[in-house]
């Protein structure tokens, strides 16, 4: 059984900053794909962010380029989104996911963190 655990949500004001971390303690982390989804109220979810098995290949969706970093520390068993420069358009319940093949339709997911970026 595959889990994984989000936390570092919360609520920030626009331009402010959020990490969220993705901890499992059931497998190994570094053979799977991870990702980060994001579901905002009345639109589709979107792969936000995605980091390859082999820690060599990053994905981010164009809105959050050059603003958010993933990073995996294997030791750690743990995946961060380090999220800078929010705007409101950021909000939504982040997911962290996994696959074993990539990120776009992944097998595993974790129960979410809300985000909420408002002045």
């Known amino acids: 059984q595959v889990q994984l655990v989000e936390s570092g949500g919360g609520v920030v004001q626009p331009g402010g900053s959020l990490r969220l971390s993705c901890v499992t303690s059931?497998?190994?982390?570094?053979?799977?794909?991870i990702g980060w989804s994001r579901q905002a109220p009345g639109k589709e979810r979107e792969v936000v962010s995605c980091i390859n098995a082999n820690n060599d290949k990053t994905y981010y969706t164009d809105s959050v380029k050059g603003r958010f970093t993933i990073a995996r520390d294997s030791a750690k068993k743990t995946v961060y989104l380090q999220m800078n420069s929010l705007r409101p358009e950021d909000a939504g319940v982040y997911y962290c996911t996994a696959d074993l093949r990539d990120c776009s339709e992944p097998d595993f997911w974790g129960q979410g963190t809300q985000v909420t970026v408002s002045s």
């Open positions: 059931t497998f190994t982390l570094s053979t799977y794909d």
